[in-house]
């Protein structure tokens, strides 16, 4: 197990992206898109994009949500995840493409959105300014992460048991979707290309069927697919059974909090008040400001 980067970057085989889409979403990741819509003042005729859209829970709901004007895009570097994204009802558009290069023109968006992919980003800085480039000024950007591991007990527990059984690098994949839980990260990601920095910690809650529907969704279902054989799995589940029981209600489901950090920032807009925007200054809010861009579009004599 030497090599880890995979779990890094946050790229699974194929048969993972079914499990994620099938388990992980509505386990965790489905509670929070309609939050970040409205985080960012989704409104009718938008042209949305995704970036990391994995198997498409944000674009999808964005879609849902703009029945018969504006557009959604979804980009991803994983072909596993867009296979399983492609087959969904909703009109999306899906491409392949890294977050560090975008391939659209500047100012092609309306709202730019990254849920839970960029701990994963290579270059988050790169990252940050490609998804303020293509934001239309008076737009709004949000970069969408899980809080601290911490503040996420069942993972703490989990990444535990995996580093007794397993070993480090196994614990390190568990761990590397949290490594992006802090005010200060996301500040110092977005402040350098966007205006109106605040970040929203939300509260979530972590629900799987079983400790064995936590364990398999867990493994098979992300980056650990490749990185643990059927013994070891077995040790794991057993294992979990046993002492991860604080977190399993009397019905036998698992329940405990998962708190998701929403950070969000507008394109800087040249020649105008939005530059005047002390871009240096991020804060907690709760709730989020309701962003005035429909007047800003209009201002600026449309969109297209
Ligand atoms: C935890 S998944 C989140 C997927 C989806 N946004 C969701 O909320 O279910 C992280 C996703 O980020 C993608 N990803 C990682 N690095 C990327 C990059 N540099 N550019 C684009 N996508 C990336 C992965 O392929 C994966 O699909």
Redesign the pocket.
């Known amino acids: 197990m030497s090599d880890n980067s995979n779990a890094q970057?946050?790229?699974?085989v194929p048969e993972a992206a079914e499990t994620y889409e099938s388990f992980f979403?509505p386990a965790l990741?489905g509670q929070f898109p309609e939050r970040v819509l409205n985080a960012v003042g989704l409104e009718a005729g938008d042209d949305v994009l995704?970036?990391?859209?994995?198997?498409?829970?944000?674009a999808r709901a964005a879609a849902r949500r703009l029945p018969s004007s504006g557009s959604v895009t979804g980009?991803?570097?994983?072909d596993g995840?867009l296979a399983v994204a492609g087959r969904s009802p909703e009109s999306v558009r899906w491409r392949t493409?890294?977050?560090?290069h975008l391939p659209f023109p500047d100012a092609s968006f309306d709202r730019v959105v990254?849920?839970?992919?960029a701990m994963?980003?290579?270059d988050r800085d790169q990252?940050a300014a490609e998804m303020a480039r293509v934001q239309r000024p008076g737009g709004r950007v949000a970069v969408v992460t899980w809080a601290r591991v911490e503040e996420s007990p069942g993972y703490e527990a989990m990444i535990g048991l995996l580093n007794r059984l397993i070993g480090p690098d196994a614990a390190d994949a568990l761990r590397a979707?949290f490594v992006l839980g802090s005010l200060e990260q996301l500040e110092t990601m977005l402040t350098p290309h966007l205006t109106e920095v605040a970040v929203d910690r939300q509260d979530g809650e972590a629900r799987f069927e079983s400790v064995e529907a936590w364990v398999n969704t867990e493994i098979r279902g992300w980056t650990l697919a490749e990185m643990i054989d059927d013994d070891q799995y077995d040790e794991l589940l057993i294992a979990a059974e046993m002492e991860l029981k604080e977190f399993v209600d009397a019905d036998g489901r698992v329940r405990f909090p998962a708190p998701a950090l929403i950070a969000t920032g507008s394109a800087a807009r040249s020649g105008s008040a939005w530059t005047e925007v002390r871009s240096s200054e991020s804060r907690l809010i709760e709730p989020f400001p309701v962003p005035r861009r429909r007047s800003d579009r209009d201002e600026a004599g449309g969109r297209e």
């Open positions: 970057t946050g790229q699974v979403v990741f995704d970036v990391g859209c994995g198997t498409g829970v944000l980009v991803d570097v994983n995840m493409a890294r977050a560090e990254s849920h839970f992919a994963f980003f290579t990252a979707p």
